[in-house]
């Protein structure tokens, strides 16, 4: 069964604590990729914040917590080792940030064929072992819309 071509359009979900730490997932493929939770809206129309809570909770289990749209969007070149998951001549995606507070001792747990590992870092240590530059620089923007405790 061949999968419909993904829509260039997705989700960057920061989840984090109010004592600045932050969730790093590392991908599957390939080992040492480390992000926050992202996905593509599954059909035209999803509302982005439907899409945002779908992906955390496919990807790490959580189903709880507040969720907040940043109002930041990111366009970026799709890395040539996804874009055979897109429509031929998709080459860019627009990435949607939201950040979402949970309590601390909130379990994660890791759908195994996208992730092999989960870290809770500080804030700017998250941002630095971030593959993606566009995730680095949303974490970086955690301050500016949560009160850090």
């Known amino acids: 069964m061949t999968r419909p071509p993904k829509i260039p359009v997705s989700v960057l979900v920061v989840i984090h604590r109010l004592d600045g730490q932050v969730l790093l997932i590392e991908?599957?493929?390939?080992?040492g990729f480390w992000q926050s939770v992202t996905g593509s809206i599954d059909f035209e129309g999803e509302p982005l914040a439907a899409a945002a809570r779908r992906e955390v909770a496919e990807e790490t289990g959580i189903t709880g917590g507040e969720l907040v749209d940043w109002q930041l969007s990111n366009v970026y070149e799709i890395y040539?080792?996804?874009?055979?998951?897109?429509?031929?001549?998709v080459t860019h995606n627009t990435e949607h940030v939201f950040g979402l507070t949970?309590?601390?001792?909130?379990?994660?747990?890791?759908?195994?064929?996208?992730?092999?590992?989960?870290?809770?870092?500080?804030?700017?240590e998250a941002a630095d072992r971030c593959f993606s530059p566009s995730n680095a620089e949303a974490i970086l923007q955690l301050p500016r819309f949560v009160t850090l405790a």
């Open 27 to 31: 991908r599957a493929q390939p080992a």
């Open 80 to 89: 040539p080792v996804w874009r055979h998951r897109y429509a031929p001549g």
């Open 102 to 124: 949970v309590p601390a001792g909130t379990p994660v747990a890791l759908n195994p064929r996208e992730h092999r590992a989960a870290c809770w870092l500080p804030w700017r």
